[in-house]
């Protein structure tokens, strides 16, 4: 019967000592995480131009696939991007044309209240 009780009291303290290191390895394995986690922290911005060049690539290779080579596809997106530019061109020099003449009248608005003040 002391065999017995000998047998059962070892079995809780290594059930303890088990449920000890557990617990020790499940901490040591969440600080593991968290410095790795730390360490590669990752820019958001970064991670957007690479979604973006991702993205293109893929619509590349998908053009490559439509067009039957990828020198087709190629002709395709500079056609695009000058079809693009030719339109976008005149609206940014309207635009940049309305921006200084807005200065200018900006400019000669103060003028005048200066002025104004000063007399």
Same mark, same amino acid.
């Given at each position: 019967?002391?065999?017995?009780?000998?047998?059962?009291?070892?079995?809780?303290?290594?059930?303890?000592?088990?449920?000890?290191?557990?617990?020790?390895?499940?901490?040591?394995?969440?600080?593991?995480?968290?410095?790795?986690?730390?360490?590669?922290?990752?820019?958001?911005?970064?991670?957007?131009?690479?979604?973006?060049?991702? @993205?293109?690539?893929? #619509?590349?290779?998908?053009?490559?696939?439509?067009?039957? &080579?990828?020198?087709? %596809? *190629?002709?395709? $997106?500079?056609?695009?991007?000058?079809?693009?530019?030719?339109? @976008?061109?005149?609206? #940014?020099?309207?635009?940049?044309?309305?921006?200084?003449? &807005?200065?200018?009248? %900006? *400019?000669?608005? $103060?003028?005048?209240?200066?002025?104004?003040?000063?007399?």
């Amino acid at each position: 019967m002391a065999a017995a009780r000998l047998h059962d009291s070892t079995t809780t303290v290594d059930t303890a000592g088990r449920d000890e290191m557990r617990a020790d390895l499940r901490e040591a394995y969440e600080r593991g995480r968290s410095d790795e986690r730390a360490s590669r922290k990752r820019h958001p911005v970064a991670m957007t131009f690479t979604f973006i060049a991702a @993205a293109i690539g893929v #619509v590349l290779l998908v053009l490559a696939a439509i067009n039957g &080579s990828f020198t087709r %596809a *190629g002709g395709v $997106v500079d056609q695009n991007l000058n079809v693009a530019a030719n339109r @976008a061109e005149p609206a #940014v020099r309207d635009a940049a044309s309305n921006a200084g003449q &807005s200065l200018r009248d %900006a *400019g000669q608005s $103060v003028k005048t209240k200066a002025a104004d003040t000063a007399g």
